[in-house]
């Protein structure tokens, strides 16, 4: 009988960790907001954005008709970075591997891709695979943005939510404005529904 007790709460131990390992792994959970950040919410996604680094929500009077929601971080008058998510960007988009691709193509001419893979993201299970895109590219100096020449350092992350509506999300900036550990909580906050 000892034997027996002693099994029993290890038994029950275990059976509530595989419980909470198995809930944290499948499930509609919301993403992690880093300390210091905000959260742009649309009606397929929500993304976090360094509130703490100067970034802020762009009113959706002055924003382009593409952007369902957008924060910027401007200096001195001059957008050094952005944070953007477009809805429905493209047709014909049933998955993660075409949304990329769609949204890869609005990347511009002259960009340097780094790396692309793929990443699950938090919420509805049938809608967290997406594909994460790393790139660098010139600023043009037009419309607000750093003067012609300026590195940039990109990152978008597209896929599909669960009503089969495309999303890109988008992150740019002065490049090393954002560590890499700043890039990776960015892809991390995304919440797909």
């Given at each position: 009988?000892?034997?027996t007790?002693?099994?029993?709460?290890?038994?029950?131990?275990?059976?509530?960790?595989?419980?909470?390992?198995?809930?944290?792994?499948?499930g509609?959970?919301t993403?992690?907001?880093?300390d210091?950040?905000?959260?742009?919410?649309?009606?397929?996604?929500?993304v976090?954005?360094?509130k703490?680094?100067?970034?802020?929500?762009?009113?959706?009077?002055?924003?382009?008709?593409?952007?369902?929601?957008v924060?910027?971080?401007?200096?001195k008058?001059?957008?050094?970075?952005?944070?953007?998510?477009?809805?429905?960007?493209?047709?014909?988009?049933?998955?993660a591997?075409?949304?990329?691709?769609?949204a890869?193509?609005?990347?511009?001419?002259?960009?340097?891709?780094?790396?692309t893979r793929?990443?699950?993201?938090?919420g509805?299970?049938?809608?967290?695979?997406?594909r994460?895109?790393?790139?660098?590219?010139?600023?043009?100096?037009e419309e607000?943005?750093?003067?012609?020449?300026?590195?940039?350092?990109?990152?978008?992350v597209a896929?599909?939510?669960?009503?089969d509506?495309?999303?890109?999300?988008?992150?740019?900036?002065?490049?090393?404005?954002?560590?890499?550990?700043?890039l990776?909580s960015?892809?991390?906050?995304?919440?797909?529904?």
């Amino acid at each position: 009988m000892t034997l027996t007790k002693s099994r029993t709460p290890g038994t029950a131990v275990a059976a509530a960790l595989a419980l909470t390992l198995l809930s944290g792994c499948g499930g509609t959970g919301t993403a992690a907001v880093p300390d210091g950040w905000g959260t742009l919410d649309t009606r397929s996604v929500s993304v976090s954005y360094p509130k703490n680094q100067g970034y802020a929500p762009q009113p959706a009077a002055e924003r382009s008709k593409a952007n369902a929601a957008v924060a910027l971080k401007e200096e001195k008058g001059v957008r050094t970075g952005m944070v953007s998510v477009q809805l429905d960007f493209a047709t014909g988009v049933g998955d993660a591997g075409e949304a990329a691709a769609a949204a890869g193509a609005g990347i511009g001419i002259g960009a340097t891709r780094k790396d692309t893979r793929d990443v699950r993201l938090a919420g509805e299970e049938s809608a967290r695979e997406a594909r994460r895109i790393d790139y660098e590219f010139t600023s043009t100096g037009e419309e607000s943005t750093p003067a012609e020449g300026t590195r940039m350092t990109g990152v978008v992350v597209a896929g599909v939510d669960s009503q089969d509506v495309p999303f890109a999300i988008r992150i740019n900036a002065v490049k090393d404005a954002l560590s890499a550990a700043d890039l990776d909580s960015f892809v991390a906050s995304i919440t797909v529904k």
